[in-house]
């Protein structure tokens, strides 16, 4: 079963990335005594939210939209990007990413 289509799993692999560089920071200015640090994780899932955020701005740019149009009926068809993960449409990862960030990061006792 597929659970993304077009440029959807950039979506994890933005986490993934943004996780790993988060933590990793995290372990630069001392937070790495908590297991797993919450501020590496919050802080790489909002570095994701932002790859995420240009990502679905570069696919939804009416420039790349092509129309088609039907010679024999003469009906218009706009052909855009769809790319989802999890049927979830791309420009609505960036607000789950943060909402996800910023709840680790608060995490924080």
């Known amino acids: ?12 692999l933005f986490a993934i ?15 790495e005594s908590q297991e797993p640090p ?10 994701a939210a932002a790859g995420t955020f240009f990502l679905a701005r570069q696919a939804d740019n009416p420039a790349r939209r092509r129309m088609l149009v039907d010679p024999v009926t003469n009906e218009h068809f706009v052909v855009k990007d769809r790319s ?11 607000y789950i990413l943060v909402v996800l960030g910023v709840l680790s990061v608060l ?3």
């Open 1 to 12: 079963m597929l659970i993304w289509s077009g440029k959807g799993i950039l979506v994890v």
């Open 107 to 109: 995490a924080l006792k």
């Open 38 to 47: 919450p501020f590496g994780l919050g802080f790489g899932l909002i570095m």
């Open 17 to 31: 990335a943004g996780v790993f560089v988060g933590v990793y920071i995290s372990g630069l200015t001392g937070w």
């Open 84 to 94: 989802s993960l999890f049927f979830i449409p791309l420009r609505f990862w960036t």
